[in-house]
T-cell receptor, first 113, second 116 residues
C-alpha cells in the first residue's frame, strides 16, 4: 500500500543553518507529493507540493524536488529562521484524490537564535 | 487561504462518556471533510471521509459505531467519540476541501482528546 517515511526528529538547528528533512514514499502509480507545516497551536498548512516527477515545489525559501528514481521528496532550506520552528509533515495523495492524504510521522524542527 | 476551525482544541473526559468534536469551514462550503487521528510519534491516519448529506465512508479498521460522523450542513462536520476509553486518547484533526481551490485541502488546528 501507499506509505510515507520521513526523517524522525526532533531536529535542532541554529539560525541561518541549512535544513534537510528526508522523505521517501511507496506508492502504486504516480502520486502527488506534499509538505505540510504545523506551527504551534495551529492547523496544518500546505507548504509546497509537486504533482509529477522532476517537479520542484517551493515556498518561503523551502524547496523539494519530486524524484521518481529514488522515490523521494526531501525538504530543504538554505538558511532557517527562528520562525521556521514547527512540525513538518510529508504526504502523498491516495487513490488519485488530492484531498485524501497519507502522511509521514512528522518532524519537529526547532531553530535557536 | 480558506479557514477551517476545529473545536475544542483540547478536551479531557471520563471513561465511558461521549465527546463531540466540531469541524467548521468558515469561508467556504465543504461538501467533503476528512477526519484524521494521530497517535504520539505516529503518522496522521485517515479515519473517515465525511460527505454532506450522506453517510460517512470509514477506513478499514475504524469502528463506525465508535466514531460517529455527522455532516449535516455544508460548513459543519462533527465527530463523536462514543463511550470513550483511555485508548481513544489521541490527536484528532479534520480537513475540508474547498471546491474553489480544487487542488488543496485545508486543515483545522486539531483536538487533543484525553480520556481518564
Amino acid at each position: 500500500g501507499n506509505s510515507v517515511t520521513q526523517m524522525e526528529g526532533p531536529v535542532t538547528l541554529s539560525e541561518e543553518a541549512f535544513l534537510t528533512i528526508n522523505c521517501t514514499y511507496t506508492a502504486t502509480g504516480y502520486p502527488s507529493l506534499f509538505w505540510y507545516v504545523q506551527y504551534p497551536g495551529e492547523g496544518l498548512q500546505l507548504l509546497l507540493k509537486a504533482t509529477k516527477a522532476d517537479d520542484k515545489g517551493s515556498n518561503k525559501g523551502f524547496e523539494a524536488t519530486y524524484r521518481k528514481e529514488t522515490t523521494s521528496f526531501h525538504l530543504e532550506k538554505g538558511s532557517v529562521q527562528v520562525s521556521d520552528s514547527a512540525v513538518y509533515f510529508c504526504a502523498q495523495n491516495s487513490g488519485g484524490s488530492n484531498y485524501k492524504l497519507t502522511f509521514g510521522k512528522g518532524t519537529l524542527l526547532t531553530v535557536n537564535p | 487561504g480558506a479557514v477551517v476551525s476545529q473545536h475544542p482544541s483540547w478536551v479531557i473526559c471520563k471513561s465511558g462518556t461521549s465527546v463531540k468534536i466540531e469541524c467548521r469551514s468558515l469561508d467556504f462550503q465543504a461538501t467533503t471533510m476528512f477526519w484524521y487521528r494521530q497517535f504520539p510519534k505516529q503518522s496522521l491516519m485517515l479515519m473517515a471521509t465525511s460527505n454532506e448529506g450522506s453517510k460517512a465512508t470509514y477506513e478499514q479498521g475504524v469502528e463506525k459505531d465508535k466514531f460517529l460522523i455527522n455532516h449535516a450542513s455544508l460548513t459543519l462536520s462533527t465527530l463523536t467519540v462514543t463511550s470513550a476509553h483511555p485508548e481513544d486518547s489521541s490527536f484528532y484533526i479534520c480537513s475540508a476541501r474547498d471546491p474553489g481551490t480544487a487542488k488543496e485541502a485545508f486543515f483545522g488546528q486539531g483536538t487533543r482528546l484525553t480520556v481518564v
